[in-house]
């Protein structure tokens, strides 16, 4: 079974900080992709990446950096935490030939 | 603007009906659609894809494609209570997928 965890559930942080977020799958999949869900907007896409030290911006980029280093690892960064960037965070991977997106359990992150 | 359409709901029907959901999709370049199940509080997880125009069946599930229409539905026969859930649909377009807002379902005893 494909497995894609996230670093954290729940997090709380505080207006201005810096903000990791990590995913790790473990299918050797070459697709990873960050998402943002908010109640009425839907799932909408932060950046995604299909290669290690590849990047490419989805739909709101903005306030969002992301590294891929390792094939397995995809992390995000808020490079200064905002209230309007308090959401649920879901990362999600797929294999190269294969455009089915398995996702990670989210992270709900709260920017007081 | 590529943009996948569906009903926010909710949807209510009794247990042991069949349960409806549709979806529209609007760039005509779309190869691919998919059908995710999210529990509220937990993350999509993936029920149905369809690939080509017709039906797709898989135990109570039916997906439906009609390429000409752009449309894309889903059936749930003898619906459970355990069925209450929001189903995304989504589009896969050149590099990624779009999603709809989701349909929430609520199947009552």
């Known amino acids: 079974d494909v497995k894609v965890t996230q670093s954290s559930r729940y997090l709380v942080k505080r207006t201005g900080e810096k903000v990791f977020l990590e995913c790790v799958q473990d299918?050797?999949?070459?697709?990873m992709f960050w998402y943002r869900q908010d109640p009425g907007l839907g799932l909408r896409l932060i950046y995604f990446?299909?290669?290690?030290?590849?990047?490419e911006k989805g739909d709101i980029p903005e306030g969002y950096s992301v590294s891929r280093e390792k094939k397995e690892r995809f992390s995000l960064i808020l490079e200064s935490a905002s209230t309007n960037q308090t959401s649920m965070y879901l990362c999600?991977?797929?294999?190269?030939?294969?455009?089915?997106?398995?996702f990670g359990p989210g992270t709900r992150l709260t920017v007081l | 603007q590529k943009e996948v359409e569906q009903n926010s709901g909710p949807l209510s029907v009794p247990e042991g009906a069949i349960a409806s959901l549709n979806c529209t999709y609007s760039?005509?370049?779309?190869?691919?659609f998919f059908w995710y199940r999210q529990y509220s509080g937990k993350s999509p997880e993936l029920i149905m894809s369809?690939?080509?125009?017709g039906d797709k069946e898989d135990g109570r599930f039916t997906a439906q494609l009609n390429k000409a229409s752009q449309y894309v539905s889903l059936l749930i026969r003898d619906s459970q209570p355990s069925d209450s859930a929001t189903y995304l649909c989504?589009?896969?377009?050149?590099?990624?997928?779009?999603f709809g807002t989701g349909t929430r379902l609520q199947v009552f005893p």
């Open positions: 760039d005509r370049g779309s190869q691919s």
């Open positions: 299918m050797d999949h070459e697709n």
């Open positions: 990446s299909y290669d290690v030290k590849m990047k």
């Open positions: 369809i690939y080509s125009n």
């Open positions: 999600a991977s797929s294999g190269a030939l294969e455009v089915v997106s398995y």
């Open positions: 989504a589009a896969y377009n050149t590099d990624k997928l779009i």
